[in-house]
């Protein structure tokens, strides 16, 4: 902040704010950004606090409590088996953003590596990777999801692997494009010629330069991978009962639509809600991230904010 | 041209190749016995033999996939464990409906983006575009098999207006195969809309852009000549090969709307042969996906010469 306000005194020079910090100013003038970032806290909250601010016990059954309508007592409902919806809802937020979270970040590692490799050493290496790439990404998303599920066998674990793998390539390409336009510049070749060694010279000056598009990505697949785990639990294949999950919630639903609308409604409304805002945010986030759309908003912030 | 036309048949030909490697190799991996599944336990211990036998499962694996491929190439593509019919007779017998779903999904996809996309881009950062911008967010956002579900309560429950499940072929009876259409393909064809939204919108920013709209804008040309003639024709370009990838994508099987409207298609056909492990079904199901998918993108990026004289593919990538 300090930093903020010294510059503030010399009109015409940029304030020497750190990237980052800048960058969390611009999204916190996106009223969009904001929006997301609140749903997506309280989605994060509800993941980490569920078994504290749960009014219900989410597995436990109750048979007097079944397919009851949604009321002060039970705000979504109750299920089939008695089950507090709401209590499920924020129970399965945990199971969503776990699944997510570690399938994004298995493509991301693997992906980025890939994308690295093929990008920084081209040739034979790049053309074996980026085809095999090819394949994969070939392969209709979902359908490949299920079948690497019917190798491993069903369940959350699983399923993170296989979205995982899904996703992979297209952090490699992402990634690979972006190193093949930083790897001819001239910092990179004079570091080359002042004798860094691969490793350093993609640490310290492709990886950085590289980051911008892969946080994107990140933000856009933790959305896409939600979805999928929804996807499988929901065909069956991923979270196993008793979890509850959003996607298997919604398939025990379907079955109870004309008795009990609330079963279906409420789950749906949780992934719908949870992806928006990862989608939401992922597409603010490529608007600020890019220096010309960067250059336009601080002009604009200037502008009006004084 | 025909240099670059043929470099790319042979990168699709190797693409083919490694997925039917992939698929080969995923359905060796996946646990279980396939002749036992297909039998079930009260099977004799001969018929079981004879089954393995007759399915080559018996043979090392190199040759039983170089049987497998040889036999596919000629359009043999083996015989289901399950059901016992040829896989070709399935997948013809399931096209119909994947290629009607799909064909009704880019029709509603093209109606919500063309529309939403150039308005969006003729009135750039007004309510109209901030309106397209969120419309085509939560298109993208809402998982399709909640979409489904709700219009199944609403369209065909609350309000009954569409059946909640089926299919009717197109020559049996147009009628019922419109009705029972229309909530799938808009199930399926919002998310490609959405996505469609967007391309439509930039390349219609960037066609408006272009100095020769200018021009024509300048010497008196209508606004809606302008649209017409300078800016859809060329906003038309990129957006081919989002709508080819869209498409491509659509008939591959959408398996979760399928899944949720009871759609007979091609989804359904490989989701159930993973269940059933029914190797020869999801590899056939696979490589078609894979061929529709290689030969939709090299289609797109040669009508992308078409559309474009100042792309030539003489040389480069």
């Known amino acids: 902040m300090s930093?903020?306000?010294?510059?503030?005194?010399?009109?015409s020079t940029a304030p020497h704010r750190p990237r980052w910090v800048e960058t969390l100013v611009l999204l916190a003038r996106s009223p969009m950004a904001v929006a997301s970032g609140l749903?997506?806290?309280?989605?994060?909250?509800?993941?980490?606090?569920?078994g504290r601010i749960s009014p219900h016990d989410p597995v436990e059954p109750s048979v007097d409590d079944r397919l009851q309508a949604p009321s002060g007592e039970h705000w979504f409902g109750t299920d089939e088996l008695g089950r507090d919806v709401f209590s499920r809802v924020l129970a399965g937020a945990e199971v969503s953003l776990r699944v997510g979270a570690?399938?994004?970040?298995?493509?991301?590692?693997?992906?980025?590596?890939?994308?690295?490799?093929?990008?920084?050493?081209?040739?034979?290496?790049?053309?074996?990777?980026?085809?095999?790439?090819?394949?994969?990404?070939?392969?209709?998303?979902?359908?490949?999801?299920?079948?690497?599920?019917?190798?491993?066998g069903r369940g959350s674990t699983n399923a993170m692997i296989a979205i995982g793998i899904v996703y992979t390539p297209i952090f490699a390409r992402i990634t690979r494009a972006s190193v093949l336009s930083v790897r001819e510049e001239v910092y990179v070749r004079a570091a080359r010629s002042a004798g860094a060694g691969d490793v350093r010279i993609v640490a310290r000056h492709v990886l950085p330069n590289v980051t911008a598009p892969i946080i994107v990505?990140?933000?856009?697949?933790?959305?896409?991978?939600?979805?999928?785990?929804?996807?499988?639990?929901?065909?069956?294949?991923?979270?196993?009962?008793?979890?509850?999950?959003?996607g298997r919630m919604l398939s025990e639903?379907?079955?109870f639509l004309e008795q009990a609308w609330w079963m279906a409604v409420f789950p749906g409304a949780a992934i719908f809600l949870t992806v928006l805002a990862f989608n939401v945010l992922g597409d603010v986030l490529r608007d600020v991230l890019d220096p010309r759309q960067r250059a336009a908003m601080k002009g604009t912030a200037k502008g009006s904010g004084g | 041209m025909t240099g670059y036309v043929l470099r790319r048949l042979l990168q699709s030909a190797a693409v083919l190749l490694g997925v039917s490697v992939l698929v080969f190799a995923i359905m060796q991996l996946v646990p279980g016995d396939p002749v036992r599944a297909a039998l079930g336990t009260r099977a004799t211990p001969e018929t079981y033999a004879a089954l393995r036998e007759r399915s080559g499962l018996d043979d090392p694996v190199l040759v039983q996939y170089l049987d497998w491929i040889t036999s596919a190439l000629r359009g043999d593509l083996g015989v289901s464990f399950r059901s016992g019919e040829t896989v070709s007779s399935l997948i013809v017998e399931r096209l119909p409906a994947t290629l009607s779903l799909a064909v009704g999904a880019i029709v509603v996809a093209l109606l919500i983006a063309v529309p939403l996309g150039t308005l969006s881009a003729l009135r750039p950062r007004s309510p109209v575009d901030w309106f397209s911008t969120l419309t085509s967010q939560a298109g993208l956002s809402i998982p399709d098999f909640w979409m489904g579900i709700m219009f199944i309560l609403i369209f065909a429950g609350t309000l009954g207006w569409f059946p909640s499940a089926g299919y009717t072929p197109l020559l049996e009876d147009p009628v019922g195969w419109a009705h029972h259409l229309v909530l799938p393909a808009i199930t399926a064809g919002v998310s490609s809309g959405s996505i469609l939204t967007r391309f439509v919108r930039s390349s219609v920013l960037e066609a408006m852009g272009q100095d020769h709209v200018r021009t024509a804008r300048a010497k008196g040309m209508r606004a809606r000549d302008v649209l017409r003639w300078h800016i859809l024709r060329n906003a038309l370009v990129p957006f081919v090969t989002v709508g080819g990838?869209?498409?491509?994508y659509l008939l591959s099987g959408v398996v979760i709307v399928e899944f949720v409207f009871a759609w007979p298609g091609l989804g359904q056909l490989a989701f159930q042969a993973v269940l059933d492990r029914d190797y020869p079904v999801l590899q056939g199901a696979v490589l078609l996906f894979a061929l529709v998918f290689l030969v939709v993108n090299l289609v797109v990026d040669l009508l992308y010469a078409r559309l474009d004289p100042r792309i030539s593919y003489g040389s480069g990538r």
């Open chain 1, 102 to 152: 570690v399938a994004v970040g298995i493509s991301l590692a693997a992906g980025v590596l890939i994308g690295l490799l093929a990008g920084y050493y081209r040739r034979w290496v790049d053309d074996v990777l980026m085809r095999v790439m090819d394949v994969v990404f070939a392969f209709p998303a979902l359908l490949m999801a299920i079948a690497v599920l019917a190798i491993l």
């Open chain 1, 253 to 255: 639903g379907r079955g």
């Open chain 2, 245 to 248: 990838v869209q498409l491509a």
């Open chain 1, 3 to 11: 930093a903020g306000e010294r510059a503030d005194t010399l009109p």
């Open chain 1, 39 to 50: 749903v997506l806290t309280a989605v994060v909250a509800a993941a980490l606090l569920a």
């Open chain 1, 217 to 246: 990505q990140t933000s856009v697949s933790l959305a896409f991978a939600i979805l999928s785990e929804a996807a499988l639990s929901f065909v069956g294949l991923g979270t196993q009962p008793p979890d509850p999950s959003w």
